[in-house]
Nanobody, 126 residues
Framework: QVQLVESGGGLVQPGRSLRLACVAS????????MGWFRQAPGKEREFVAA????????DYAEAVKTRFTISRDNAENVLYLQMDMLKPEDTAVYYC???????????????????WGQGTQVTVSS
């Protein structure tokens, strides 16, 4: 059974940092592209970042590309999102997701992710 469990969210002041983690189980993590998405209250879920199965290629949403870093540890089956210089508009529930098939890169296309975690809340406020 595929499981994706996010952690690391919380309340943080503007300009500070957080690192989210997504622990994966139930599948061969190193074979799958992964992504991070977020959903703010009253808004649609939006793409944040994606990474290929090998970690060699990454993409970011324009709003976060200079502040966030996606990475993965294939030995430990963990996906990370390092978030620096946080802004109030980054407030959202953050979700990790698994690409729809092995060795496939889903990028920013939410419809091409098969499995999703339950999410972790990030609140940026002074």
């Amino acid at each position: 059974q595929v499981q994706l469990v996010e952690s690391g969210g919380g309340l943080v002041q503007p300009g500070r940092s957080l690192r989210l983690a997504c622990v994966a189980s139930g599948f061969t993590f190193q074979n799958y592209g992964m992504g991070w998405f977020r959903q703010a209250p009253g808004k649609e879920r939006e793409f944040v970042a994606a990474i290929t199965y090998s970690g060699e290629h990454r993409d970011y949403a324009e709003a976060v590309k200079t502040r966030f870093t996606i990475s993965r540890d294939n030995a430990e089956n963990v996906l990370y999102l390092q978030m620096d210089m946080l802004k109030p508009e980054d407030t959202a529930v953050y979700y990790c997701a698994r690409s729809m098939r092995e060795y496939y890169y889903s990028g920013s296309a939410a419809g091409e992710y098969l499995d999703w975690g339950q999410g972790t809340q990030v609140t940026v406020s002074s």
